[in-house]
């Protein structure tokens, strides 16, 4: 990216004013310190006209560990934090509003759920750990978009 950019004269503020997408994130991408998310690399490559495909090719890999699934059980909150940390605040939101929507999808789910019936019974249960679940996690990225 940074090439492309240098061939174009463009600067990291030109790139952010034409992508939406804050100089320090391009910065970090650029140097390898930002995992790059795909709606980010998404809008940069908009703005410069360019397919994705460029822009990764010479993108060097992020030293942090690579993204967390959402709902893998086994990521304790520190990992989780440290993921999102690493989350560029537009990606932060998106997936705020992505954990916002499961969770009341598991929530209307629960409110209707028959409890007579064993299957239903468990069905319930397991949506309520995924419910607890995604509620700490959750917790964990509006801690994060506060802080920003």
Do not use: C, Y
């Amino acid at each position: 990216m940074r090439r492309i950019r240098a061939e174009r004269q463009i600067t990291l503020r030109d790139l952010e004013e034409m992508s939406g997408v804050s100089k320090e994130t391009i910065s970090g991408i650029e140097r390898g310190s930002r995992s790059p998310q795909p709606l980010t690399l998404g809008k940069l490559a908009r703005a410069l006209g360019v397919d994705i495909d460029d822009l990764l090719s010479e993108t060097p890999r992020p030293k942090a560990s690579a993204p967390l699934d959402l709902f893998d059980e086994s990521s304790n909150e520190a990992q989780w934090r440290e993921h999102v940390d690493t989350l560029p605040r537009e990606d932060s939101e998106a997936l705020q509003s992505n954990l916002l929507s499961r969770i009341d999808e598991l929530t209307k789910g629960l409110d209707r759920a028959d409890l007579s019936d064993p299957v239903r019974i468990e069905a319930s249960m397991r949506a309520t750990e995924e419910l607890l679940l995604l509620q700490g996690r959750l917790l964990v990225v509006e801690q994060a978009l506060t802080e920003a």
